[in-house]
Nanobody, 123 residues
Framework: QVHLVESGGGSVEAGGSLRLSCAVS????????MGWFRQVPGKERGGVAA?????KTAYVDSVKGRFIISYNNATLYLQMDSLKPEDTAMYYC???????????????????WGQGTQVTVSS
């Protein structure tokens, strides 16, 4: 099982930036997919970005051009720029064995989940 621990969340004004990190340990997959998801109370968890072991990335339309996902030295990152109030959510990282559904950033494509880190963007 993969163990995931997120950090880097916080409060920021609209237009600001944050970088989320997710420390990865345990029995990692090879090949793998990694992803970031977010959830607000009362809504389903939704995709943000994903990356596979070949370095291919996928983003949902609402974050394209603003967020960048990367994976290095057993840490998954999400660089978030030009943040908007609607980006406010609990952010989760996830991991799983490779499958093509990572391109759609679907939660169901991933097997292991972290506990989340809160991001709050004020207007």
């Amino acid at each position: 099982q993969v163990h995931l621990v997120e950090s880097g969340g916080g409060s920021v004004e609209a237009g600001g930036s944050l970088r989320l990190s997710c420390a990865v340990s345990g029995d990692t997959y090879d090949p793998y997919i990694m992803g970031w998801f977010r959830q607000v109370p009362g809504k389903e968890r939704g995709g943000v970005a994903a990356i596979d072991s070949d370095g291919k990335t996928a983003y949902v339309d609402s974050v394209k051009g603003r967020f960048i996902i990367s994976y290095n030295n057993a840490t998954l990152y999400l660089q978030m720029d030009s943040l908007k109030p609607e980006d406010t959510a609990m952010y989760y990282c996830a991991a799983g064995p490779w499958n093509p559904y990572f391109r759609q950033v679907r939660p169901g494509a991933f097997r292991d989940w972290g506990q989340g880190t809160q991001v709050t963007v004020s207007s």
